[in-house]
């Protein structure tokens, strides 16, 4: 049974910084790309970062680049996203997902397995 299990969320002020966590079970990890997306409150999932299985390609939404880091520790069969100087606006449940399919893509529909979410809130 796969299982990925988010973690790191919370509530920060704006330009503060949190690092979120998935932890992967149940699968071969270094097979699978990997994803973060989040949805606001109303709004639809939206893509944020993804890493290829290999770690040295990553591909991220304009919206957070500069600011946000997708890493991998294969070894820990875990994928990070480092969120820097944080908006109001990131304000979200981040999800994390993975991609059978080993590319670097931003649309949610190709991903095979998904977590439960962490909240984060950014507070201005």
């Known amino acids: 049974q796969v299982q990925l299990v988010e973690s790191g969320g919370g509530l920060v002020q704006a330009g503060d910084s949190l690092r979120l966590s998935c932890a992967a079970s149940?699968?071969?990890?270094?097979?699978?790309?990997m994803g973060w997306f989040r949805q606001a409150p109303g709004k639809e999932r939206e893509f944020v970062a993804v890493?290829?299985?290999?770690?040295?390609?990553?591909y991220y939404a304009d919206s957070v680049k500069g600011r946000f880091t997708i890493s991998r520790d294969n070894a820990k069969n875990t994928v990070y996203l480092q969120m820097n100087n944080l908006k109001p606006e990131d304000t979200a449940v981040y999800y994390c997902?993975?991609?059978?399919?080993?590319?670097?893509?931003?649309?949610?529909?190709?991903?095979?397995?998904w977590g439960q979410g962490t909240q984060v809130t950014v507070s201005s």
């Open positions: 997902a993975a991609d059978s399919s080993r590319t670097l893509t931003g649309v949610a529909q190709n991903y095979d397995y």
């Open positions: 149940g699968l071969t990890f270094s097979n699978y790309a």
């Open positions: 890493i290829r299985w290999s770690g040295f390609l990553t």
